[in-house]
């Protein structure tokens, strides 16, 4: 098993990149998957690519080798029904050409993220209630870069905060195609942020909630709430309606948004 490496270059982010370079095949034999089926089964009514047979198999090695921390936010998930974590999902993101079920193409996720990351149109949202709603607004360090996706603000005050965070993030953005694009472009609910840039946001958040106050400085919560009632609702007019994903000026996959 290759150790873990971390990536510090400011054209990636500043988080572990391990995900994309570890090497995965031990799992194969450590969890009795079996790399014939990587590219699922094909139903003989439908001609459709399901699920392989041993899924069960291959979500415990994904959600294992991911630490049992979702791939995008790093909350705890867990495969059974008795654990203290999420239900455990699995995203796949395979190219065209690469099979959707391989292991080096999973990424085990919260199910907040996977209503995120598997919403492809306005007319599929919904589809585990509001799950969405609870799926962070930017990624953590610690995912799987390939889907460090920023949510689309969906109230007011992400806006506002997204507004202020970017003030102070100096991060470079990439000069070729961000590594988490084809997830940005495949979810109505995303973002097209560089994954660097999502990333880097989301480490703005944490530095000022945890970071030490002084007479002079205020948390951004702290500021939300001394606004005005008056600028408040002009930031929530620029808040995204999720039932059709427009308004604030985002542009969302735009061919996939209601006219």
Do not use: K
Request: with cysteine.
């Amino acid at each position: 098993m290759t150790e873990f490496t971390f990536e510090t270059d400011a054209q990636h982010a500043p988080y572990n990149l391990a995900y994309l370079v570890d090497d995965r095949s031990y799992c194969y034999h450590r969890f009795d998957v079996d790399a014939a089926h990587d590219d699922g089964v094909v139903d003989p009514d439908t001609g459709r690519r399901d699920a392989p047979p041993d899924f069960g198999a291959r979500r415990r090695a994904v959600v294992a080798f991911y630490g049992y921390r979702c791939g995008r936010c790093a909350a705890q998930i867990d495969t059974g029904s008795g654990g203290d974590g999420e239900v455990a999902y699995l995203f796949s993101v395979a190219d065209e050409d690469q099979d959707s079920w391989a292991l080096r193409t999973l990424v085990a996720v919260c199910e907040p993220c996977y209503d995120l990351l598997s919403t492809d149109c306005t007319d599929r949202i919904g589809g585990f209630g509001d799950a969405y709603r609870r799926a962070p607004q930017f990624p953590a360090w610690t995912g799987d870069p390939r889907v460090a996706v920023e949510r689309l603000p969906l109230t007011g005050r992400e806006v506002w905060f997204s507004d202020q965070l970017r003030e102070r993030v100096t991060v470079e953005e990439p000069t070729g195609e961000s590594v988490n694009a084809d997830a940005a472009a495949d979810a109505c609910l995303a973002r097209s942020t560089p994954a660097a840039v999502a990333v880097a946001l989301n480490e703005a958040l944490v530095a000022d909630e945890r970071g030490p106050l002084s007479t002079a400085t205020r948390r951004l919560s702290d500021q939300w709430e001394s606004l005005s009632e008056r600028e408040r609702t002009a930031y929530e007019r620029r808040a995204v309606d999720a039932e059709t994903v427009v308004g604030g000026g985002f542009e969302p996959c735009i061919d996939l948004q209601r006219v």
